[in-house]
Each structure stands twice: as structure tokens, then as C-alpha cells.
């Protein structure tokens, strides 16, 4: 009999508590009512304060002015002002005008020509040893030999004339490598021959491995 009350008790609470959830379920999908809204004291100052007028902004006339002519206006240029020169002024500006003109000068029709000289004058560097020497070598004579090895030979030697534009010396070399005691009737190897301008060196001089040389000037 117990039993049969406990589940018939636990029953009817299983059905009161299902009886409530339906409840609260429908409660909560239902429309909630109106709820006036708090009070506003600000809004209601705002709404209560009579709307201002717009505030006229002033327009300011266009000034007044004489209408535009219907022809167009000539215009008189002012006269010319004239400067007065001073008599030094004017003397200064005749002299200048009645100045001659330098004439260019004038080259001869036939140009002049070198002078010869019986010397020219050498500067030979060892490079391996830095042995420098100047020396001079008689135009068609006898061969100079340099450091035991180098031969020169001079075949000319010119000076520039007045008349030209660059003051120089000239000279027509011949340079050879023949080893001092080296097997008799071996022929000395040519490693330079031209002119040799003193102006240029490094232009026109002997430049080799283990040589330089360059003519310095002539002489007589």
C-alpha cells in the first residue's frame, strides 16, 4: 500500500511540475504589456522652448560706378623723356667708336723652317734598377750606349720656329737592346724608332718593359 502512495505522491508532483513548465512557456511567448517610458526633464525643456527665428545674414550692395563706355578710349602715351649726355660722356663713346681695330696677325705665305742642331739631348730610367741618366747623342755619329744594354741612335734633331704655336724639340731616334759582351755578329734587336717630341713624353718617348727614355732638347 506504501508503494502504490509513494507512486501516486511522485505522479501528481511530475504532473504539477509539467503543468508549470507548460505555463511559464506559454507566459514567456505571450505579448509583454506597455510600460510608460521614464521622464525626460531635458526633452521636455527642449520641447517646451519656443523654436528661434533664422538669423538674417546681410547682403552687401555692389558699390556704385560709372557705367562702361559703348566706344573704345584712345589712350595718349606720355612723351619721351630725353636724357642729356654729358660732354666727357660723348667724348668717351667718339673715342671708342673711332678706335682702330687690331688687324690679325698676319702668317707668312711660306712657314719658316727648323732649325737643325748637331745634339740631342736624352733622359734614360732603368726601371729595374732606377738608374736615371741624361746623356747626349751626336746627330749620324757614333751609337751611345745606356746601362750595357741600350743603343741609341739619333738621326735628326729640330727646334720649333717662332711662328708656331708650341715651343719644342724634336728629334728622329733609334733605340736598340744589344747586351754588352754578348757572341760576336749578333744584330741588336730594334725596340723604337720615330720621332721623339719633347713636349709629349709620355706621348711620343720609348716606353718599355724595362726602359724609358724620351728626348729633353737640342743643341749645338
Known amino acids: ?38 521622464s525626460d526633464p531635458i526633452g521636455d525643456i527642449l520641447r517646451k522652448t519656443p523654436a528661434q527665428a533664422p538669423t538674417v545674414v546681410p547682403t552687401e550692395t555692389a558699390p556704385s560706378g560709372a557705367p562702361a563706355p559703348k566706344s573704345p578710349v584712345a589712350v595718349t602715351p606720355p612723351p619721351a623723356i630725353i636724357i642729356a649726355e654729358d660732354e666727357a660722356v660723348e667724348k668717351v663713346a667718339d673715342e671708342v667708336v673711332a678706335a682702330p681695330v687690331e688687324k690679325a696677325i698676319e702668317q707668312p705665305a711660306t712657314p719658316a723652317r727648323r732649325q737643325r742642331r748637331k745634339f740631342a739631348v736624352i733622359q734614360a730610367i732603368d726601371k729595374t734598377t732606377a ?28 727646334v720649333s720656329t717662332p711662328d708656331e704655336l708650341t715651343e719644342d724639340s724634336i728629334a728622329y731616334v733609334d733605340v736598340s737592346v744589344q747586351p754588352r759582351g754578348s757572341a760576336q755578329g749578333a744584330e741588336p734587336r730594334q725596340i723604337f724608332r720615330g720621332w721623339m717630341f719633347a713636349s709629349s713624353p709620355a706621348v711620343s718617348g720609348l716606353q718599355n718593359v724595362n726602359y724609358d727614355a724620351w728626348v729633353v732638347g737640342c743643341k749645338n
Open 1 to 38: 500500500m506504501k508503494t502504490n502512495r509513494l507512486l501516486m505522491g511522485a505522479a501528481a508532483v511530475v504532473g504539477v511540475l509539467s503543468a508549470g513548465a507548460v505555463t511559464a512557456s506559454v507566459l514567456q511567448d505571450a505579448p509583454r504589456d506597455a510600460r510608460p517610458v521614464q
Open 131 to 158: 738608374e736615371s741618366m741624361k746623356f747626349e747623342v751626336e746627330v749620324g755619329g757614333r751609337p751611345v750606349r745606356f746601362n750595357q744594354n741600350l743603343i741609341f741612335n739619333v738621326r735628326a734633331c729640330e
